[in-house]
């Protein structure tokens, strides 16, 4: 799907440090992209949609996300700037559609951020249940307990802080933590081939086939992260070509990763233990090395799996929405304190502390308005997803002659294929849908950070006197 082209085109400033070699650039990537929901949603997939059922979803979505990131790969080589996303759209489209693209993108990354503040004090409990102080207060029928701030707010300061030192920093601590899940996930896959057993994958597609669907509008989701490598672009000590290649193959493992995770406990446990279980990953773990002492070890082992898995996903986005941020500021569409780069790091320092208080007051807010907010920002990466998939094939028409050092094969087939894949993944999150975004909460989340963001962009066209 792709050929190489060996020029080499460098950015046209050398404002971060270029540190980042090929190995930490997939771990940044795929590390984002497996974050915490293989240990917490499995089981919500499987009874959803089965086990074959969830594996399509998984397939049909990583099959629309790898024609995507064919898209970034080209791209991302031909420019390769901080910001991605805003870049590529900002010379195909202009200001205005570049603008709605990026801020679609940094709710999601936002999202993902303030998502994992609670899901860490949730995966603790798991291993640690007295970690419970006592109930704060009630938000939307979820109780805040202060021990659980006070580890989701920790975790926060402490993720905020590696990124503020600089990302070869972030990404040596990327690095090590994702080996740990793969770890993880070996043992999972090596205990499901050989004490797995067939029939408790049954019903292989569940009742009703919608559910398919269901998990089908997560895949995004799961699988947003690997742009950060577009993002983090002017930070890579690598040809421009060997950018798209990484970011092909983050994509491909990432999703092998989640239908060998499904695969795993669709194996392990039946239909009624898959219902029962509160985090059916662990549990498959645990059954199936229950022939070695007991196999609880098994559990605990994936557990700390998926809180590394968190941590991995935390720092790429912030790492990610902090470079949105700078990108949003270096064109004046946000305040400019936010380009600011550390002197000694040089790292969007401002930006950085600027998630880091965010993720650090989201435990505040319980689990429930969190979830609204992961599943808006779903919808809102798939609107940039489209943006970008755009913005290949007009820079394709326009500017055929643009150096590009990783070239896409067939750019109409992969643009075009994009474009109506991403636009059959947002029609999954529409009122006409059984998967719909509910009504008000998810729906209202973004009516706000649009209207927002269209205050943002009337300021802007008035400070640079933008007509429509």
């Known amino acids: 799907m792709f050929d190489d082209n060996s020029t080499n085109q460098e950015p046209s400033s050398q404002r971060f440090a270029k540190v980042l070699k090929g190995r930490e650039v997939v ?3 795929f590390g984002a992209m497996i974050g915490w929901s293989w240990v917490l949603m499995t089981g919500v997939w499987l009874n959803e949609a089965g086990t074959l059922g969830t594996v399509i979803a998984f397939s049909v979505g990583g099959l629309a996300i790898t024609l995507i990131g064919l898209t970034y790969s080209e791209l991302a080589s031909a420019m390769p700037r901080a910001g991605g996303e805003h870049i590529y759209t900002q010379r195909a489209l202009g200001p ?3 603008f709605v693209c990026t801020w679609a993108l940094l709710f999601s990354y936002l999202n993902v951020c303030l998502f ?3 899901a860490l004090p949730t995966a603790v409990s798991y291993l640690t249940p007295d970690i419970r102080l006592g109930t704060l207060w009630n938000v939307l029928g979820s109780e805040v307990d202060l021990g659980f701030v006070l580890i989701g707010a920790g975790g926060a300061a402490a993720v905020t802080w590696v990124n503020f030192l600089g990302i070869r920093t972030a990404a040596v601590v990327q690095t090590v933590v994702t080996g740990l899940i793969v770890c993880a996930g070996i043992l999972l896959f090596t205990g499901a081939a050989v004490n797995g057993e067939i029939a408790n994958a049954e019903p292989w597609i569940a009742t009703p086939i919608s559910g398919v669907l269901a998990v089908l509008i997560m895949v995004p989701a799961m699988l947003v ?9 002017e930070e890579i000590d690598l040809p421009p070509n060997q950018l798209g290649k990484l970011l092909v193959i983050s994509v491909f493992c990432a999703v092998a990763w989640y239908v060998f995770i499904t695969a795993s406990v669709g194996l392990a446990l039946n239909e009624q233990q898959q219902t029962d279980s509160v985090m059916a990953t662990a549990d498959a773990a645990t059954s199936l090395w229950a022939h070695v002492a007991g196999g609880s070890w098994a559990g605990y082992l994936l557990v700390l799996g998926g809180i590394g ?7 790429a986005f912030i790492v990610g929405a ?3 941020l700078f990108a949003l500021a270096e064109s004046g569409h946000v305040p400019a304190a936010f380009m600011r780069l550390h002197p000694k790091y040089k790292t969007p320092y401002v930006a950085i502390v600027t998630i880091g208080v965010l993720s650090m007051l989201a435990p505040l807010f319980g689990r429930t308005i969190l979830i609204w907010l992961i599943n808006s920002g779903s919808f809102a990466v798939t609107i940039a997803f489209i943006f970008v998939a755009i913005a290949f094939l007009v820079l394709r028409r326009n500017e055929p002659d643009m150096p590009r050092p990783f070239r896409v094969s067939h750019p109409n087939l992969v643009g075009y294929g994009a474009v109506l894949l991403a636009l059959g993944l947002l029609s999954a999150f529409l009122p006409w849908s059984d998967s719909a975004l509910s009504w008000p909460e998810e729906w209202m989340t973004i009516v706000v950070w649009t209207v927002l963001g269209a205050l943002l962009l009337w300021r ?7 007509t429509p």
Do not use: C
């Not at 898995?309 to 720092?315: D, K």
């Not at 802007?460 to 933008?466: C, E, I, L, R, S």
């Open 96 to 98: 205005t559609w570049s």
């Open 460 to 466: 802007y066209k008035a400070k640079h006197q933008v």
């Open 309 to 315: 898995g968190i941590l991995t996903s935390w720092n």
């Open 116 to 118: 994992e503040a609670v």
């Open 322 to 324: 902090s470079r949105v």
């Open 27 to 29: 771990s940044l990537s």
């Open 225 to 233: 992260g690997f742009d950060v490598i577009p993002q983090s672009a």
